[in-house]
């Protein structure tokens, strides 16, 4: 009875502690898109210091929408990505340097879609 008792208790804390998925912002849903266009260029080899400084500054925007929200796990990945996207505008024709900062850049992104990315289908996802 009393492992009962405490299960419920934990279901009931676990639905008071995670909130549900939330609309994101058309905007949020813009940089994204953004975000997603430019880093499948510079995988192509195109335009890959402007794609690289456009990345940068979208994700400025990112960052100050997700400190806002306090999540330790978003500011930690924002910063990967930032840094990522400014090793390789700066990378030049050094193939390996731009390898190095997309790696930063997909950790980053992934480091902050598995917590707070809700794919509710293939086209639509929402904020966790
Ligand atoms: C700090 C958090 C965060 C970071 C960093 C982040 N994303 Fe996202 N991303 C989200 C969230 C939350 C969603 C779901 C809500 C939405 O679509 O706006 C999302 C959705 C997306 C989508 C789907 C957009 C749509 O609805 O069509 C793409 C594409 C995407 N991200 C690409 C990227 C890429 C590429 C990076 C890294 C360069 C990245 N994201 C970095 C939080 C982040």
């Known amino acids: 009875m009393k492992t009962l ?16 998925a939330e609309d994101p912002s058309p905007e949020h849903v813009k940089w994204m898109k953004a975000l997603g266009a430019q880093m499948g260029a510079i995988r192509k080899g195109a335009d890959v210091t402007k794609n690289a400084t456009d990345m940068g500054e979208t994700m400025k925007a990112v960052a100050a929408f997700w400190d806002a929200r306090h999540s330790e796990a978003a500011t930690k990945a924002s910063k990967s990505v ?42 639509e996802s929402k904020i966790k």
């Open 82 to 123: 930032i840094d990522g996207a400014a090793a390789i505008a700066k990378a030049g024709d050094d193939k390996e340097a731009v390898t190095v900062g997309m790696k930063m850049m997909g950790g980053g992104c992934k480091g902050c879609h598995d917590p707070h990315r809700e794919k509710i289908s293939d086209t």
């Open 5 to 20: 008792k405490v299960t419920f208790a934990c279901l009931f804390l676990a639905a008071a502690i995670c909130p549900a």
